[in-house]
């Protein structure tokens, strides 16, 4: 991946560079390579997976706004940038931000994995699910 920026600097590569760095545990890195692809004019899949990095690395303030004022705000239908959302709202106390979006992402994407993260919200348990990095 490093590679392939060396020789054509673009949005996609720095995508990928982000999920082999995810691949590695570099959240950090997975994070810079995602915002070079976003300010590049990287993909909505930039989007998601700098939202899912979001998750477990990074400040949960400037997180939220990245997502709220910035990814949805571009992509208002993406149910994976609004679940995204209701987990970080919920594992910082904001409960009825956190039921709002992830009714949003139901709305966009009523699967399983979306039900679960809702009724986890709704029976305060959501510390029990599993949060799978993409």
């Known amino acids: 991946a490093e590679k392939s ?9 720095y995508l990928n560079l ?15 390579a995602y915002v070079k692809s976003i300010n590049m004019g990287g993909p909505y899949k930039a989007y998601e997976h700098l939202a899912n990095t979001c998750l477990v690395y990074g400040n ?8 709220k ?3 949805l705000k ?7 940038l609004w679940s995204d959302l209701a987990v970080i ?3 910082n106390g904001n409960t009825s931000d956190a039921i709002i979006a992830i009714e949003q992402a139901f709305k966009y994407d009523p ?3 979306n039900k679960a993260i809702y009724d986890s919200i709704m029976n305060g348990q ?4 599993k949060i799978i990095i993409k």
């Open 60 to 67: 949960p303030k400037e997180n939220i706004i990245f997502i």
């Open 69 to 71: 004022d910035y990814a």
């Open 89 to 91: 709202e919920y594992k």
């Open 5 to 13: 920026i060396k020789l054509y600097p673009n949005a996609i590569n």
């Open 74 to 80: 571009k992509f208002p239908q993406d149910a994976i």
């Open 111 to 113: 699967s399983p994995q």
């Open 18 to 32: 982000g999920i082999v760095n995810i691949g590695l545990g570099d959240y950090k890195g997975a994070r810079e």
């Open 126 to 129: 959501l510390k029990n699910i």
